[in-house]
């Protein structure tokens, strides 16, 4: 939906500022930049909240709050800055996108989290793919709903509220943390299996049985509210220090602190920040090298959603035989490739002339966006692998706090260079890349995940085979 959400504003937002409010381009940037300067704020925020609370859904019903309101104050379109203002708000809500890779995270194993977050991330491209297609009806519409007009400009807004709605319903009655389902699957596993061993075995004594009737699974198949609710009312491991005095809750922040400044963890994050800043340059030469419009830029990145779905599919495959770092390194290699390229086809290209510059352009993009896939699921799964499961929500949080960051400076950058000082433009984005690329081989050795950690915690009937008579809730 929020991939979805962008396809379906961005095409208009223009005109829309324009048209109605006389804006000049600096208010356009405004708007595009107050979206992802919310999503940096409140992708840590709302991370480290699910870390508390352990209740994801909680949290992306609140997210789809702001996207609601933010929906609806574009569709008003009171003035430039009452848009400039419900992008931001509906930023706020993007922030939940960390939460939800965090959930993933928890509730896969390490062998096959990549091919997951590979399907996952698919379909969020997919919505980038199919949004621009639901303008073809909504610039037919115009009517009034008492003092605000509906139009091609305002709908976007109106439509999106309508489906954030729909959603809002989907996932109160629809959608369960993904962890407390591993928790609720593994728990029926393992009471089916300990009623087969019961069948052999002498009979409990009467309190162990009390405490056994606690534990109540459902005859039939599917996910049962009562169920879950037990399963997620069922008590936590207590960890062996006392995070409650200010010593030891000092120590556990000092931890978590330092395991985002271990080597392997910065090169990562600088990596998915070169990535993204990349990407940025694209839009600027469209216009100045080819004279493309609003029709062919949607058609362009309509295409390369394609791809890119196609390439994680290709993921999906290849996770199961290729390693995370591995990715990453066939990810970047492909992106340093398009950056050299770039710097030395760019140069002798002749502004306005799309004739001779559309092949070139057309193979250096295409080839670029095959590679950035590699890096957006290898990245974050090995991330995910690498920091701990306690933090995940604030990890993945930062991680997507960098990743806008390249996101807002790459437009900033390419912009203000790509008529004027091409070669220092890319140059600059050559030398990010070398940078990066040197970081991923000195930290190559660490770029796995420890072997003691490779399925997600959850807890059992039976801790081990010579505790398997103590029952969980004794």
Aim: charge should be neutral; glycine fraction near 6%; aromatic fraction near 10%.
């Amino acid at each position: 939906m929020l991939r979805f959400f962008q396809a379906v504003i961005l095409p208009t937002a223009w005109l829309y500022l324009r048209n109605n409010f006389n804006a000049n381009t600096e208010s356009l940037g405004l708007l595009l930049s107050a979206f992802s300067l919310a999503g940096l704020i409140s992708s840590p925020i709302m991370g480290r909240i699910c870390d508390k609370t352990k209740n994801t859904r909680a949290v992306l019903l609140a997210a789809n709050c702001f996207e609601i309101v933010g929906s609806i104050m574009y569709f008003m379109g009171i003035s430039t800055w009452f848009l400039i203002g419900s992008r931001f708000i509906a930023g706020i809500g993007t922030g939940v996108e960390a939460c939800l890779f965090a959930d993933i995270a928890r509730a896969t194993s390490k062998e096959e989290r990549t091919g997951v977050m590979s399907i996952f991330m698919a379909v969020r491209q997919l919505g980038l793919v199919t949004g621009p297609a639901c303008n073809l009806f909504l610039r037919a519409l115009n009517f009034q709903i008492r003092d605000f007009a509906v139009d091609k400009f305002t709908s976007p807004g109106l439509f999106m509220a309508l489906m954030w709605l729909v959603l809002q319903v989907f996932v109160t009655f629809l959608y369960w943390d993904l962890p407390r389902l591993r928790l609720q699957e593994n728990l029926q596993q393992e009471q089916a299996a300990y009623n087969r061993n019961s069948l052999n075995e002498p009979s409990l004594p009467a309190p162990a049985l009390e405490n056994q009737s606690s534990l109540v699974f459902p005859p039939t198949p599917g996910v049962e509210r009562k169920t879950l609710e037990q399963a997620a009312s069922l008590p936590r491991p207590t960890p062996s220090r006392d995070f409650d005095s200010p010593v030891a809750s000092s120590n556990q922040m000092i931890e978590t602190v330092e395991q985002f400044l271990r080597e392997e963890i910065v090169a990562i994050i600088t990596t998915a920040f070169v990535a993204f800043f990349n990407q940025a340059m694209l839009t600027p030469l469209t216009k100045e090298l080819l004279d493309w419009g609003e029709l062919e830029n949607s058609l362009f990145f309509a295409v390369a959603g394609v791809e890119i779905i196609l390439v994680f599919l290709l993921i999906r495959f290849l996770s199961s035989h290729l390693k995370d770092r591995t990715l990453i390194v066939i990810g970047f290699t492909i992106e340093c490739i398009t950056v050299a390229f770039f710097l030395w086809f760019l140069p002798q290209c002749v502004p306005h002339d799309p004739r001779g510059n559309l092949p070139g352009f057309l193979i250096g993009c295409l080839v670029d966006v095959f590679g950035l896939p590699f890096l957006a699921v290898a990245s974050t799964s090995l991330f995910s692998k690498i920091t701990q499961p306690e933090t995940q929500g604030l990890a993945q949080g930062i991680r997507r706090l960098f990743v806008g960051l390249g996101v807002i400076l790459g437009p900033l950058w390419a912009g203000s260079m790509v008529s004027r000082h091409l070669y220092s433009m890319l140059g600059v984005m050559l030398a990010l890349n070398l940078i990066a690329a040197m970081m991923l081989v000195l930290s190559f050795r660490k770029l796995q995940p420890p072997e003691d950690n490779s399925v997600p915690t959850t807890p059992s009937l039976h801790s081990n085979d010579s505790h398997e008579r103590q029952h969980l809730l004794s």
